[in-house]
Each structure stands twice: as structure tokens, then as C-alpha cells.
């Protein structure tokens, strides 16, 4: 879908970790998305064809159609898609935000990167969120199966990626248990 898009955009979740390690970890229900906030009327023009509904309030639980011409603000984020309305949903685009070139979180305004740093490549070409920014965002509540996840990608961080990671998410939940498991990693 977005092989031709003139934006960045990182394949996101799991499939990002799985990306990262090289292999399939669990099953997925969905292909998660991220993209720029600011490039959100080209996503919507990638997917032009498609059933799209956002979030709205984020974290409820209630769906609405992303009306054709409708810019999103912050706080809206999430938009599930599914190719026809019978269909059943299969891509959760994420948007973010971005200052200039580089990317800033959504959750924490003080947590940003640089856009190059921001994602990867696999070896087949498919742009995927570096694991360190997935695993910032697999912090806020965490679920065996981001457990599973955290497990695989520690090993492969580096330095560098293990102590932003730690440093991000002690700005956002400041008693996680991965900033321990990181920082010991860091002197191994």
C-alpha cells in the first residue's frame, strides 16, 4: 500500500519487533502503521479507497469515519482501516509528531529523535520503527506479549539505543521495570 508514498512511514507493533529480530515471535491481528501527523492527507490519499474510522476520544473505545478532508489534531491518533466496510479492520494507522526533521512523541513532548533515527530498513526495503522507539511506546501499559518482545530486542540494542530507551521511558512511567533490566544490560 505504501510502497510508492512520498512520506515516511514505519511499519509499527509487533511486526516492527519481528522486523528487528529477524523472525515471527506471536501472531498478529492487525498491521500497525505509524506516519506524520503532517502527512496525514497523503496517507489519506494512499488509502483513498479504503473504510477508515479514528478513534475518537483516544482510548474509549468509540469509532467515527475520518470524513474525507478532515484534518486530525492532537489528541486524535489512532485510525483503523479496513479495505471495504464488510471487511474486517486490518491496518491501525498510528500519527505522530514531528518539529522540523525531527519525530516527537506523542506522549511526552521531550521524548524525540531525530527522523533518521526513527526507523530501519529490513533487508527486503520495508521501513520499520527502530525497536527502542516500538519499545518506548510498548511501556506505557505492558502486556505478556510486550514482554515477549522486550526479551528478544535486548539483547540487539545497543548502548546508545538502551540508554535512550531507559532515559525515555523514565520521563513517561519513571518505575518501569525495563529501566533497571536496561541499564544493567548497558554494563554487561
Avoid at 515471527?24 to 479504503?50: F, K, M, Y
Avoid at 483503523?80 to 486490518?90: E, G, H, Y
Avoid at 531507559?166 to 518501569?176: K, L, Q
Wanted: aromatic share 10%; proline share 8%.
Amino acid at each position: 500500500m505504501f510502497a510508492e508514498a512520498d512520506f515516511p512511514w514505519w511499519i509499527a507493533g509487533g511486526y516492527a519487533i519481528e522486523l528487528a529480530v529477524g523472525r515471527e515471535l506471536r501472531p498478529h491481528g492487525d498491521l500497525d502503521v505509524l506516519v506524520l501527523r503532517r502527512d496525514q492527507a497523503l496517507v489519506r490519499d494512499v488509502l483513498s479507497n479504503w473504510d477508515m474510522y479514528v478513534a475518537d476520544p483516544p482510548g474509549a473505545g468509540h469509532l467515527r469515519p475520518w470524513r474525507l478532508g478532515e484534518t486530525l489534531e492532537h489528541p486524535l491518533h489512532d485510525i483503523w482501516c479496513r479495505r471495504t466496510r464488510n471487511a474486517p479492520w486490518s491496518v491501525q494507522l498510528m500519527l505522530d509528531e514531528a518539529e522540523g526533521a525531527h519525530w516527537v512523541s506523542r506522549r511526552n513532548p521531550g521524548v524525540r529523535l531525530p527522523l533518521g533515527r526513527v526507523g530501519r530498513r529490513s533487508p527486503t526495503g520495508i521501513p520499520y520503527l527502530a525497536p527502542e522507539v516500538q519499545l518506548f511506546y510498548k511501556a506505557k501499559a505492558t502486556r505478556a506479549k510486550d514482554e515477549t518482545d522486550f526479551e528478544a530486542v535486548l539483547p540487539l540494542l545497543d548502548e546508545s539505543q538502551r540508554v535512550w530507551l531507559a532515559d525515555s521511558i523514565a520521563m513517561t512511567v519513571p518505575a518501569h521495570p525495563w529501566r533497571k533490566r536496561l541499564l544493567s544490560a548497558d554494563r554487561t
